[in-house]
């Protein structure tokens, strides 16, 4: 009786540690999903930055813009036709 016993034993602890091995591989799975949807969220916010930064970055740059400014903060014109002068080599 005694080796059924133990072998009932050795069963249950068997299977009180599978359970534990089982609880802890769930909870570092879900930990790690966490940390993966931070980063794509950080991606994400990211991506959309950068957007934003294009977008910017085109409606400073576009050529009226740039044109206007520079006659008016800086006091540039287009040169007339008799001003302009060809440069050959």
Not at 25 to 37: A, D, G, L, P, V
Not at 45 to 73: C, H, M, P, Y
Request: aromatic share 4%; net charge positive; glycine share 6%.
């Amino acid at each position: 009786m005694s080796g059924l016993r133990m072998a009932v034993c050795c069963l249950v602890l068997l299977n009180v540690a599978t359970a534990m091995g089982v609880v802890y591989t769930k909870h570092n799975s879900r930990m790690q999903f966490k940390s993966m949807r931070n980063a794509q969220k950080s991606i994400d916010n990211a991506n959309v930055e950068w957007g934003r930064l294009q977008i910017e970055e085109s409606t400073l740059a576009r050529f009226g813009r740039i044109e206007d400014l520079a006659s008016r903060k800086l006091g540039m014109r287009m040169p007339e036709h008799s001003e302009i002068k060809m440069v050959l080599k």
